[in-house]
């Protein structure tokens, strides 16, 4: 069964540093999201992409946060300055058409800021 | 409103036995409501999910119930098994919104062998 994959599995780094994670979706969808769950707490979306371009996001993704579809099988997000509070998982997923439908997520990368 | 609230907080059944997860929302323009199981260490993975046109759907031991006036849906798994024991989160959305998911805050299961 096709899967989202998500690269690293744990990232750690300093306080201050830009961050780069990465996600290859599903290969037929089109609609890309970040999500992001504090260790402990519920999931909470952060930004959904569509057509090289985002279509929503949430308040938390502010200015340190940025999405891009660099290439035809990649998607990424990059946070600029990382803070402590960014600690969390951050799960990539994907849909295939729009609208509420399943969406499937990746294992997600584990974000440690030191 | 674009809560969703879930209880109980965590659930502890034995093998066999129905285990009972209850989700309520407050945005009457939630049209899809899927529920994610998740093991430790890994993604959410769709387990089932309903739309508010039935009241009812049945996939193997999992069974969403949907109550459209009360705003309420609940997933019932019947015999379950220690493999069940995850953290289960319920999600509603709708287009309107865009395809954003509104997650509910987990109900941890463990079922006792």
């Known amino acids: 069964e096709p899967e989202v994959t998500q690269t690293p599995s744990h990232q750690v780094t300093q306080m201050g540093q830009e961050v780069i994670l990465r996600c290859v979706p599903i290969?037929?969808?089109?609609?890309f999201y970040w999500y992001r769950q504090i260790l402990g707490q519920k999931v909470e979306f952060l930004v959904s992409?569509?057509?090289?371009?985002?279509?929503?996001k949430s308040e938390i993704f502010d200015d340190q946060f940025s999405v891009e579809r660099p290439d035809g099988s990649n998607f990424t997000l990059k946070i600029r300055s990382t803070k402590l509070e960014d600690s969390a998982m951050y799960f990539c997923?994907?849909?295939?058409?729009?609208?509420?439908?399943?969406?499937?997520f990746g294992d997600g990368t584990r974000l440690s800021i030191l | 409103q674009q809560q969703v609230k879930q209880s109980p907080q965590s659930l502890i059944v034995q093998k066999g036995g129905i285990s009972i997860i209850n989700c309520a929302y407050e945005?009457?323009?939630?049209?899809?409501f899927p529920w994610y199981q998740q093991f430790p260490g890994k993604g959410p993975a769709l387990l089932i999910a309903?739309?508010?046109?039935?009241s009812e759907k049945k996939e193997g031991r999992f069974t969403i119930s949907f109550n459209k006036s009360a705003k309420q849906f609940s997933l019932h798994i019947m015999d379950s098994q220690p493999g069940d024991s995850a953290t289960y989160f319920c999600?509603?959305?709708?287009?309107?919104?865009?395809?954003?998911?509104?997650f509910g805050p987990g109900t941890r299961l463990s079922v006792l062998p």
């Open positions: 997923a994907s849909s295939d058409i729009q609208g509420a439908q399943p969406q499937h």
């Open positions: 290969s037929n969808h089109l609609y």
């Open positions: 992409f569509y057509n090289n371009e985002i279509s929503e």
């Open positions: 945005n009457t323009a939630f049209d899809y």
């Open positions: 309903i739309r508010p046109d039935v």
């Open positions: 999600a509603a959305s709708n287009d309107n919104y865009g395809q954003n998911f509104v």
